[in-house]
């Protein structure tokens, strides 16, 4: 089992419409998350982070947490073609205090 | 302000070849990170240096040194290059353990 698992995609959302990206992680002990976006060449940037469960909203972007499932899940409101890229979820494993890396959900945004 | 500047952008090597991966960074960060990223897999951790003075190994350090030549400076050597170090490198830097990660923009490296 992968400590982190993602749907590699493509994942196909029309522009306006809400993108849903979910992430599963193994380590049951990791209190921080981090949601990192990647276009096509580029290096990663941080959108998000979240250490409560629940939700956590910054403008068009909501992480939702629930550590019982070990699920933390990215969500976009009016999707922008912009907003095609690679989405990397990033847990921080409590073991090391090291970013456990997803390899990616790549998100189409069509117009 | 540059940030985190990587040298160099791109470079082929042939197998047995050494090289050096230069890594700087002007935002006074503690923690640097070396990571690789190949397709259909996450940032693979290589080797870090939580402070000056210290460096450890990370998920992937087989084939590599690294020297964390000042604060601002992390170099990444391959001292005898393989095909399967074929990859793209990020350095990045944290200020701390649980900060946003900042990257610099990556070194494609094919090694024939």
């Known amino acids: 089992q992968k400590e982190v698992e993602q749907n590699s995609g493509p994942l196909s959302v029309p522009e306006g419409a809400i993108a849903s990206l979910n992430c599963t992680y193994s380590d049951r002990g990791s209190q921080s998350f981090f949601w990192y976006r990647q276009y096509s060449g580029k290096s990663p940037e941080l959108i998000m982070f979240?250490?409560s469960n629940g939700d956590k909203e910054d403008g068009r972007f909501t992480a939702q947490l629930n550590k019982a499932s070990q699920y933390v899940s990215l969500l976009i409101r009016d999707s922008q073609p912009s907003d095609s890229a690679t989405y990397l979820c990033?847990?921080?494993?409590?073991?090391?205090?090291?970013?456990?890396w997803g390899a990616g959900t790549k998100l189409i945004i069509k117009p | 302000n540059a940030g985190v500047t990587q040298t160099p952008k791109f470079q082929v090597l042939k197998t047995g070849q050494s090289m050096t991966l230069q890594c700087a960074q002007d935002m006074n960060h503690n923690s640097m990170y070396w990571y690789r990223q190949d397709p259909g897999m996450g940032l693979r951790l290589i080797y870090y240096?939580?402070?000056?003075?210290?460096?450890d190994k990370g998920e992937v350090p087989n084939g590599y040194n690294v020297s964390r030549l000042n604060k601002r400076e992390f170099s990444l050597r391959l001292e005898s290059a393989a095909p399967s170090q074929t990859s793209v490198y990020f350095c990045a830097t944290t200020q701390g353990i649980n900060t946003e990660a900042f990257f610099g923009q990556g070194t494609r490296l094919t090694v024939v």
């Open positions: 979240i250490y």
């Open positions: 990033a847990p921080l494993m409590d073991s090391n205090y090291q970013l456990i």
């Open positions: 240096s939580a402070s000056e003075g210290t460096t």
